[in-house]
């Protein structure tokens, strides 16, 4: 059965150097979680810590109500996948699939069982008598992850499970693991740096920086509302933009941006007249206008992707500013040289506090 997963106040010290610090996080029962970050950030550490291959120098770790500090690795109950597969290069892949389950002395026929409705499951019955050189990486993963559901755990940990293979296979894979889980229902903690993978597959994100947790929520709300500009800057692509206050009338801003662009935003926190803000907008929140309404910019390079055309344009900030536009939408296709004028999706940009850097929009919070 699916437990949840409660970290209190953890910290890991390697030598002197702390790499976790006072971190907390509360991991739903079934619910696939995601610890997202650079290299570096903390997240496999903690994983590890989850897995008690690392020690806990403070706080505590349960699963469900029992905490799991003091208990060693072999009676955790959790299934472990890695990205280098590690699946026994001598054994069929029946045979490396039944190898918990024998280990746990049960009956054959319930061997069998178990070993075959995974199989199933994860599908991959149609090469249980070949061995891992015959597999293609897709396939080796699928016998890692079978082998780590088989046994039933309570949780799932998986440690970039999908690093090793080529592009079009991780998308393929990202799907596959995705269903299974679903379809399992067992509390998955899912380790990542590959912000598309985490977005795709996750029912919740922990973005993870320098071991502290920036932000949790679900997928759309860690791209469209950032709670700082670490996590903005990290999930996707902002453009960033200095603005003042110009006036707030309840909580609808108006703010004119550094280029001269005046811009209101509904649902902003109490400001001062004056006070200087952050303004990040996504390529996709730039609207193209005229001359009376939007910012002026020049192409520098246009890249045409099919669906989308990609621009870099010079507003005059110092900065080159990066556009994408829809061409089912887009009424011409601007060339280098060419002078446009760029209007913003109010709705949609995000403002931050500029010496906290912290959104200052109401109602996104940190966890969730």
Known sequence: MAVSIHIQNVKKVYEKNTVIQDLSADIKSGELFTLLGP???????????????????HGTIAFDDQVINNIPVY????????????????????????????????????????VEEIMETVQIKQYQDRYPDKLSGGQQQRVALARAIVVRPQVLLMDEPLSNLDAKL??????????????????????????????AISDRIAVMNKGDIQQIDIPERIYSRPY????????????????????????????RMETGYVLTVDGV??????????????????????????????????????????????????????????????????????TIYLGVNARRVNLFDREKEVTILEGVERYV
């Open 269 to 338: 926190k109490p400001l001062n007249k004056g006070q200087e803000i952050l303004v990040y907008v996504r390529p996709e929140e730039f609207v193209f206008t005229d001359s009376e309404h939007g910012m002026k910019a020049k192409v520098m390079v246009k890249r045409f992707l099919g669906k989308y055309i990609h621009y870099v344009v010079d507003c005059g900030t110092g900065t080159h500013i990066e556009v994408t536009a829809d061409t089912s939408n887009a009424e011409r296709i601007h060339e280098p040289g060419e």
């Open 228 to 255: 700082n500009t670490f996590v903005a800057d990290f999930i996707g692509h902002s453009n960033r933009f200095t603005g003042k206050v110009e006036e707030q009338h309840g909580s609808s801003t108006t703010i």
């Open 170 to 199: 991780r998308i393929e894979m990202r799907e596959a693991i995705r269903e299974i889980q679903k379809k399992i229902g067992i509390t998955t903690v899912y380790v990542t740096h590959d912000q598309e993978e985490a977005l």
């Open 75 to 114: 009676k955790r109950n959790f299934g472990m996948v890695f990205q280098n597969y590690a699946i026994f290069p001598n054994m069929t892949v029946y045979r490396n699939i039944e190898y918990g389950l024998k280990n746990k002395k049960l009956p054959k026929e319930e061997v069998k069982q178990r």
């Open 39 to 57: 290299s570096g950030c903390g997240k496999t550490t903690l994983l590890r810590m989850i897995a008690g291959f690392n020690s806990i120098e």
